[in-house]
């Protein structure tokens, strides 16, 4: 008799196989294929995916559970080039990722993450659940993953093809939580990071981020634990930004006069773009990974949106190199359903 028990990987299971390369792909992948028309009339990647639902708990509203479906069709994977002949496989998968977001868990003794998440996998043929995998870490890579892609097409696409292989840049963390740790340790292995500015609102929280990063990459990076935001920004050429504030941390003023800078603002607060004031969006070029998401989740966005990541992906209208661009993140289902397909393999075959 045929054992239809899903597979269960926990955190750490999860872990081993998570590598840049193999996150980057799949969150590439997933917004290219958002920004397809589904399916294509000429075939390749698509996605169907609704809006999220969010599920208010109780009387607090910072306490949420969030659904995320999404069906990925016609894509392919190289799992970093490890499972030979992975590209002539097109895949389709059919997941959904459910969140919670209890902001005070970082407060609770001991800590919890304020988010954590799992993502179910389901046949496509069958609708068969086959996977259940815890998908914290995948939520964090993801998301950062989403703000390195973000920064080689909105940045370093601007000044050639390839650039982002040999340009040096200056990055900025502003707000040092758990996705400006994930964004900074991103951005240093990703890219050629001449100096990583960090500031937090609690001093101390950037000054421990700033000695994990010293013992993960050594002293080839300059790192500086800033007193401001302005001190952070004013030098940056990429900035990064992931608090939950509703004041804005950083205006135009802050910037260097210079330009030809981009933030990727990642922000989860009770608006998503209230990190940045609005003299800035009155500048910026502002770009999203998902407009049906946008329109809802950024309605009063000070801002028009130029477009979907994942269009200038396809179509190459990169941004003029003295350009201020904004990626506004919200993330997409269809990005934890192709790095959640990615590691199912990954694990089921093996590579380590």
């Not at 659940?129 to 370093?156: H, P, Q």
């Not at 966005?301 to 979907?308: D, F």
Request: hydrophobic share 40%; with cysteine.
């Amino acid at each position: 008799m045929e054992n239809n028990t899903p597979v269960f990987y926990n955190a750490e299971t999860v872990r081993r196989v998570l590598n840049w390369p193999l996150v980057n792909e799949a969150v590439e992948m997933a917004l290219k294929a958002g920004a397809a028309l589904a399916p294509p009339p000429a075939g390749g990647p698509y996605v169907n995916q609704p809006q999220r639902s969010f599920t208010v708990v109780g009387n607090e509203p910072h306490n949420l559970l969030l659904t995320m479906p999404a069906f990925v069709g016609d894509y392919a994977l190289t799992l970093d080039g490890s499972a030979g002949d992975a590209m002539n496989v097109r895949r389709q998968t059919l997941a959904c990722k459910l969140v919670t977001s209890f902001r005070s868990n970082e407060q609770r003794r001991p800590p919890l993450p304020a988010v954590m998440a799992n993502i179910l996998l389901f046949n496509s043929s069958t609708g068969q659940l086959e996977c259940i995998m815890d998908g914290t870490d995948i939520t964090n890579w993801r998301t950062a993953a989403a703000s390195l892609v973000a920064t080689k097409y909105l940045y370093f696409r601007r000044f050639g093809a390839h650039s982002e292989q040999s340009r040096e840049i200056t990055v900025s963390i502003v707000g040092c939580g758990a996705q400006g740790r994930f964004h900074a340790t991103a951005m240093c292995a990703n890219f050629r990071v001449k100096q990583l500015n960090l500031w937090n609102r609690t001093e101390a929280k950037a000054v421990q981020l700033a000695e994990q990063l010293r013992f993960q990459f050594g002293d080839r990076i300059p790192i500086s634990v800033c007193s401001s935001t302005r001190v952070a920004c004013q030098n940056a050429d990429v900035i990064c930004i992931a608090t939950y504030s509703r004041e804005p941390l950083i205006c135009i003023d802050d910037l260097s006069k210079e330009r030809s800078i981009h933030i990727n603002a990642v922000g989860a607060g009770e608006v998503h773009f209230g990190e940045l004031a609005n003299d800035i969006y009155a500048e910026a070029e502002v770009y999203v990974d998902s407009r049906a998401s946008a329109a809802i989740e950024l309605r009063d966005l000070p801002a028009s949106i130029v477009a979907e990541v994942g269009e200038v992906i396809l179509d190459g209208n990169y941004p003029d190199e003295r350009a201020l661009s904004v990626f506004q993140s919200l993330g997409m289902a269809s990005e934890d359903t192709c790095v959640a397909q990615a590691v199912h393999e990954a694990l089921m075959s093996g590579i380590k």
